[in-house]
């Protein structure tokens, strides 16, 4: 459904104090949907137009159920597209509709200016629309089941892609090996006289070129050439398959790909749109009588989650710090070295640089580099912030520290490559039998172990000949195998 | 927009309930949410199918969060946990709230997999039903019946095509042919009626833990079967050297103990049978469930002879589970597989253990037997 002219009008009012406040973004669409097609919508991840398959009626399922019972509703929900598309529930009421369009174009300043973002299709809503006319011919062809199974293994191994290959564009040859191999062999120096030769090649010479030959042909021999965290795009140039399941596998992992910069900034996207409707809100927007539903929806979205921390929360309240120290000149050299804590807390140099620099921040920086750079030992304290640990003897999670460090350290780890393990292929060729051999490098946290054999499986499956992966359980290193019959557990 | 989210619905629950894509079925892991009723919880089950990853192990891993505590303070169940406040983690087992569990869901399921078998409508008593069903639009029918949105679009679709309508002045006069009329049906609905006669070996050889699980089951059955036809007699006997029909309630709760002699339940159930459950007005269904150690062998004969002769050409379905025990020797089972090789109306289960029970009660009860 389209706006009503009131929503209209208010969207106009709402897009016009966006841009007063610096925002940037594309056009937006907004649609009105009640909250079946709300929770349609958000089931298949903002797209109407989704390939069928299993997983998104679980979704809606889930949201239906939890809406229905009053314990969640979605409010907004926004697509990086060009233009924009979102959604608004409804049965919301003004303030909501309000709040929600501002919360958006927030979101879409975000993904129009964020580095990350520089490379996603903005015209991802026909590109899932082909994905559904590809894959629901598939199903016509070749059958429901055989092209549902295929698309749960290829799900399962989704993860297992290089997050900086999005922006880095990496070249590679596609399945082309020199057919005729040229056999090289240590290339004397020619003198032309014999006697020359010992000087001209002496042995400690022609051993170093003999070691340099033996290493380059080690490394042809590799294959990959290096470890490659694109498992499947490595397994879309190198695996047996049909044609129709390469397509697929690289619908998915093109899918997959999309969604990685969303992953990567959800702190900072969060964060600046809730800075900015909450700005857009309280200068402008918000009539006197509005104030107390809007106080009480704002401060649903930013309430701390009992001992979890809210996305929302944390990257708004970064931002406002941001602003605020650059406001007052709370940075650099001479801040740093200061060691007088009271003139360190009535340190203004009223710069006004604040606004400038959470724009600047919101461009070049992720999630990772943002928590890296901008969390401060101040802001952890001020914030209640502490690392929790499962304690075995009481089987229960507890507050483990609250230092600094620590705090700072397991939130990049849990930010790292999205809190999965990092994987890469190694061998293409293991063994000499053409079997697939990854690698886990293991950063203190054993792999889950049933699901790692079974991931094994869809892999296996997608290779086509048997799958193993190296890593460490109980700190001893194993490599798991998986042959297409049966697991078995190796040492390496 | 595209409506077409009910067929990934129909996918996923066909998948949950294991009709199709059989190997998807251990990633199912059931979690609920909390939700209320009125002052009471309930849990709302939310089976969700996990698709397996590389991920990490679950407990070593730890995390960030936000709030009051010195260190070393334990945080709430729950807390540190996948998921967030509104939706419950995905471990079963973890929240401490007493839950219900949502019948109706449960009914639904075992319905589709579950019913009486060889259940036929019976007796002079049985009650035709009839149901009437608003079921389709026609063009006749008394005035108040009428169909107004159908008339009036059918009236505006007239308009349209001859050119009649006038958008400046939308009037909308539907005739006579514009008018439509509900139309229902009536849909007979027979309705059979049954009994089940539950028969317990309460013996001494029966350990508690099998009586256990013969309660259970008997349970299971019992509940959803009562749930199901609305004219179910149920009869409950107990014997162990001797047989007597004790109510519901203390078939569930007796503990006793004593030989076993089997064919004096089977009289029993004959002479109720003979009494009251005409089996030319009835559907019948003896269900016995023993651990298989009969007194003597010339009893066992006794029972074959009995069922042979009597109770089985009496009853549709009989139905005999078998629970392991230490001190059982399980023979009777055999000598009932062996004696009835050919007859379709009985059916025999073994039931290992409390995992076992969901596997018997669909051996008895499933479809296409």
Not at chain 1, 35 to 49: D, I, R
Not at chain 1, 436 to 451: I, Q
Not at chain 2, 52 to 65: I, L, T
Request: aromatic share 12%; charged share 30%.
């Amino acid at each position: 459904m389209n706006l009503t002219p009131d929503l209209q009008k208010l969207k106009d009012e709402i897009e016009g104090y966006a841009r007063e406040c610096g925002l940037d973004f594309f056009p937006v669409v907004f649609e009105v949907l009640d909250w079946k097609e709300l929770n349609e919508v958000a089931s298949y991840g903002g797209f109407p137009n989704r390939y069928p398959h299993w997983r998104f009626g679980m979704e809606y399922e889930q949201l239906s159920k939890s809406y229905a019972w009053g314990l969640s509703k979605i409010y907004e929900m926004v697509i990086n597209n060009d233009p924009c598309y979102a959604y608004l529930l409804y049965a919301n009421g003004i303030v909501d509709q309000k709040l929600v369009m501002a919360h958006v174009y927030a979101h879409c300043d975000f993904f129009k200016n964020n580095i990350y973002f520089a490379h996603t299709n903005r015209k991802m809503m026909d590109e899932m629309g082909n994905h559904r006319t590809k894959i629901t011919g598939y199903v016509n062809r070749y059958g429901q089941d055989v092209v549902e199974d295929f698309i749960d293994a290829c799900l399962s191994i989704d993860s297992l892609i290089d997050h900086h290959a999005a922006a880095i564009r990496r070249t590679r040859v596609r399945g082309d090996e020199p057919s005729v191999e040229e056999i090289k062999i240590v290339q004397r120096l020619k003198g032309g006289r014999p006697y020359l030769d010992k000087y001209l090649n002496p042995d400690d010479f022609l051993e170093e070129q003999a070691k340099k030959l033996e290493e380059e042909r080690k490394r042809e021999r590799n294959f990959p050439e290096s470890p490659e965290r694109d498992v499947m795009g490595f397994l879309i140039a190198h695996a047996q398959l049909e044609k129709w399941q390469r397509d697929i596998l690289s619908i998915l992992r093109e899918e997959s790909y999309y969604f990685i910069p969303q992953a990567q900034t959800k702190i900072m996207n969060e964060g600046w749109a809730v800075f900015f409707h909450s700005l857009i809100m309280t200068r402008r927007a918000l009539k006197d009588s509005e104030l107390i539903d809007y106080a009480d929806h704002h401060s649903g979205t930013v309430s701390p989650y009992p001992g979890r921390l809210n996305p929302y929360k944390l990257g708004v309240e970064l931002f406002k710090n941001i602003e605020e120290r650059w406001d007052k000149g709370r940075f650099g050299k001479e801040y740093d070295e200061c060691e007088n804590m009271v003139e360190k807390a009535r340190w203004d140099k009223n710069l006004g640089l604040g606004r400038k620099k959470i724009f600047e921040v919101r461009k070049l920086y992720n999630d990772i580099t943002f928590i890296d750079e901008f969390l401060t030992p101040e802001f952890c304290r001020d914030q209640k912030l502490f690392t929790f640990a499962y304690n075995q003897s009481s089987d229960m999670y507890e507050i483990a520290s609250r230092e600094f460090q620590k705090i700072k350290q397991q939130l990049l780890f849990q930010l790292t490559n999205f809190g999965y393990p990092i994987i890469s292929v190694v061998d293409g060729n293991y063994k000499n039998r053409g079997e697939l051999l990854l690698k886990h490098y293991h950063e203190g946290v054993d792999l889950k172990e049933d699901y790692a054999k079974e991931t094994l499986t869809s892999l296996c499956k997608v290779w086509g000949r048997p799958a193993n992966i190296e890593t460490i359980v109980e700190g001893v290193p194993k490599i798991l195998s998986f042959d297409g019959e049966e697991h078995k557990e190796l040492r390496p | 927009m595209a409506q077409k989210i009910e067929q990934d619905i129909g996918r996923f629950r066909e998948i949950i309930r294991g009709r199709i894509k059989k190997e998807l079925r251990k990633f199912i892991t059931s979690s609920e949410m909390i939700g209320k009723k009125g002052k009471e919880l309930v849990s709302i089950p939310i089976p969700r199918i996990d698709i397996p990853r590389f991920v990490y192990g679950d407990k070593q891993q730890g995390g960030v969060g936000q709030g009051e505590g010195e260190e070393g303070s334990p945080l709430a169940r729950g807390e540190g946990e996948e998921g967030g406040s509104q939706q419950a983690g995905n471990m079963p087992g973890q929240h401490l709230l007493e839950v219900e569990i949502s019948f109706d869901e449960l009914a639904e399921i075992l319905g589709e997999e579950l019913e009486l078998p060889k259940i036929e409508p019976k007796g002079q008593e049985e009650i035709v039903a009839k149901k009437t069903k608003y079921t389709s639009v026609g063009l006749s029918g008394p005035e108040s019946l009428k169909h107004f949105k159908r008339t009036y679009r059918q009236a505006l679709r007239r308009q349209i095509m001859s050119g009649a309508y006038d958008p400046k002045n939308p009037l909308i006069v539907p005739i006579r042919e514009d008018r439509r009329y509900r139309m229902w049906k009536d849909e007979p609905k027979p309705e059979a009626k049954a009994v089940i006669i539950y028969m317990m070996d309460v013996s001494g050889s029966m350990g508690n833990e099998q009586k256990e699980i013969v309660r259970l089951e008997a349970f299971w059955i019992d509940t959803w079967l009562k749930s199901q036809y609305k004219n179910v007699d149920t009869r409950f006997i107990i014997h162990d050297a001797v047989a007597r029909e004790v109510d519901r309630e203390t078939f569930f709760h007796t503990r006793e103990s004593g030989g076993t002699i089997i064919s004096s339940a089977y009289k029993l159930a004959l002479k109720l049978i003979e009494d009251k459950y005409n089996p030319a007005m009835w559907n019948i269904y003896p269900f016995h469930f023993s651990d298989g150690d009969n007194w003597s062998g010339n009893d066992t004969d006794e029972c074959i002879k009995l069922l042979k002769e009597d109770l089985i050409p009496a009853s549709n379905v009989f139905c005999y589970g078998q629970v392991e025990s230490e001190y059982g020797s399980g023979q009777f089972m055999k000598d009932l597989e062996e004696n009835f090789k050919e007859e379709e109306k009985v059916i025999t289960s073994k039931i290992a253990n409390k995992d076992a029970i969901v596997g018997s009660i669909k051996d008895f009860l499933g479809k296409g037997k």
